[in-house]
């Protein structure tokens, strides 16, 4: 099945990993919500803290599809064999979806715009960056 559909990526020319075009998105919307919300501490700007809010938002609605696109690369050019990246990476990946069920909550209480939210935010990105090195030590070596 998952063969399939790289296979009919790659009839289309796309013949990349799926998950590394995708993973840009919530960890880009992670990064963002963090500056948006030092800076809505900053500058004391609830507009700036409502950004942050809906950078959250967004970085849920795409880590799912992120994950899945990642165990399918994982399936596909490792041929699911596990290893201590692997499995690092997968208990990341929950941490960082509980880390950021857990901001958007913040967000939907107003507590946006204090500090509970920037170390939420903070949290989120520091897993996002632990990520991210991950994957490449797991493509790159």
Not at 41 to 61: K, Q, T, Y
Not at 70 to 80: E, K, N, S
Request: charge should be neutral.
């Amino acid at each position: 099945m998952i063969g399939a559909i790289y296979e009919l990526f790659a009839a289309l020319g796309y013949t990349h990993p799926l998950h590394p075009a995708l993973t840009h998105i919530p960890m880009g919307m992670v990064i963002g919500a963090f500056f948006f919300a030092l800076t809505s501490l900053v500058w004391r700007n609830e507009g700036l803290s409502r950004s942050a809010h809906h950078c959250i938002v967004v970085a849920l609605i795409f880590v799912l599809p992120t994950a899945i696109a990642g165990f399918m690369d994982w399936q596909y050019t490792f041929m699911g064999e596990w290893d201590n990246l692997i499995l690092a990476k997968i208990i990341l990946a929950v941490i960082f979806v509980f880390l950021l069920l857990a901001a958007f909550a913040a967000g939907r209480r107003r507590v946006s715009g204090t500090l509970v939210t920037l170390v939420l935010y903070t949290l989120c990105l520091v897993v996002a960056i632990l990520l991210g090195f991950l994957g490449g030590e797991i493509q790159y070596g």
